[in-house]
């Protein structure tokens, strides 16, 4: 279906089609090593103890799991999402969760999964920030199940998602369907003022790459980066 009509299908009307396609400016693959593994050894090296050509490997190829977990400076030295919260979530399968939080945890093995009947089309994530946040530069996507290659390829993953900046369509992200981080330069959005109302981003569900096994469509994180922090 043309991009055009799929919106209008939507509901969101013919004047979307000169909403912009973001290509990804980045991509980084994911470890094959489990982050126990990635945690481990960078332990070791802190220490000073010898690793082998192969583990230095995983220490230092690795920079999802940097991102994630090393605790660097980033965007959230100062900034802070107030709320995320989805149209839809699947229900909960024994101890595993798949509440929108999830998106935004900081831990690939966790996920949101949207709870629509067939593949999710029109579901969405909406993130809400403080006026006087910092503003936001790029946004970051672990697309699909990407806890194992296994739980990747059986399950939905985004295709484009429709961008809304304080609930007006402001840009399609157009994602790789491939297992890794996808990073999207999405020019500045917000305010960086304290007077500044509450504003939000929302990202809507509007094509998806099928999975082999389940119709449901995953997204393990989409957080940020930006400026006004230092």
């Known amino acids: 279906m043309a991009i055009i009509g799929l919106l209008t299908t939507l509901g969101i009307g013919t004047s979307m089609g ?3 396609h973001i290509r990804p400016s980045n991509v980084a693959k994911l470890p094959t090593a489990t982050y126990a593994e990635f945690t481990r050894l960078s332990e070791r090296d802190a220490q000073g ?7 230095r490997k995983i220490v230092e190829d690795y920079t ?3 991102d994630l977990y090393a605790g660097y400076c980033s965007w959230y030295c100062g900034g802070e999402v107030l709320n995320v919260s989805a149209t839809s979530c699947l229900p909960s399968i024994g101890r595993f969760s798949y509440d929108a939080s999830h998106a935004h945890d900081f831990d690939h093995e966790s996920v949101w999964a949207e ?3 067939g593949q999710g089309i029109g579901e969405s ?4 920030f403080a006026g006087g946040c910092p503003r936001i530069t790029t946004v970051r996507i672990l697309n699909g199940h990407v806890k194992s290659e296994k739980s990747w390829s059986e399950n939905s993953r985004v295709k484009e998602l429709l961008v809304y900046y304080d609930d007006k369509p402001y840009a399609i992200l157009d994602l790789e369907n491939s ?3 996808q990073s999207f330069d999405v020019g500045v959005l917000g305010f960086h003022d304290s007077d500044a109302k509450n504003w939000t981003l929302k990202f809507e569900i509007l094509s998806v790459y099928p999975g082999t096994k389940y119709e449901d469509t995953v997204i393990s994180e989409l957080y940020f980066d930006g400026i006004d922090v230092h």
């Open 18 to 20: 000169q909403v912009r």
């Open 49 to 55: 103890k010898t690793l082998t050509v192969k583990e």
């Open 64 to 66: 999802v799991y940097d």
């Open 115 to 117: 709870g629509a009947k």
């Open 125 to 128: 994530l909406t993130y809400e």
């Open 179 to 181: 297992r890794t981080l």
